[in-house]
């Protein structure tokens, strides 16, 4: 009889632990209504930016062709949602760009690299939501990152950017639509 009751107080306690993470996570998950509309009827296109986690990429759509211009414009305003982070280092800029066959060769300030936080997830995210972000446009399927005219190693000590690279699905969360 003992351990009946012992057995039922702790599928007691479980179901109270259950609930209070339940409750816990519905109330801090944001609900927020989302400022950014995109007519889905015309064109648009997705820029990818950081997520509060910072492990994922989560995109944000723009209305537009999907220019390479557009696109590269779009990811160094930044997101316009509170809840996503930049991926290009703040004082960072686009020094040029070309295109040669599929792949296009993206010129940055050496602030890509001077003013990086480092780490693996934060390089992870800057080349990905770099290379995410314009593969598809007018037909380019590989980026090659440049800093200040001239082929980088890495950026911050852990992805090989010798070559080109193509377009991530690991990294992608969910959308802000």
């Known amino acids: 009889m003992r351990w009946k009751r012992g057995l039922a107080s702790a599928v007691m306690v479980l179901i109270l632990l259950f609930l209070t993470r339940t409750v816990a996570y519905i109330f801090t998950e ?5 400022p950014v509309s995109v007519d889905s009827t015309q064109p648009f296109y997705a820029v990818y930016f950081g997520c509060p986690d910072s492990v994922r990429l989560i995109p944000e759509f723009s209305q537009g062709q999907g220019t390479v211009a557009e696109r590269l414009e779009s990811l160094l305003a930044g997101p316009r949602l509170s809840d996503l982070t930049p991926i290009i280092p703040e004082g960072t ?10 792949v296009l ?3 940055f300030s050496h602030h890509l690299i001077t003013q990086h ?8 995210l800057t080349v990905y939501g770099i290379v995410n972000t314009v593969v598809g446009a007018q037909g380019v399927r590989r980026v090659q990152i440049l800093v200040e005219s001239r082929s980088i190693p890495t950026l911050a000590g852990h992805l090989d950017l010798t070559e080109p690279l193509e377009k991530d699905y690991k990294l992608l969360g969910g ?3």
């Open 175 to 177: 959308s802000h639509i």
């Open 117 to 124: 936080p480092g780490g693996s997830a934060g390089e992870i």
């Open 105 to 107: 060769f993206l010129n």
């Open 30 to 34: 944001r609900s927020e209504i989302l």
């Open 93 to 102: 800029e686009l020094l040029g760009y070309s295109q040669h066959g599929d």
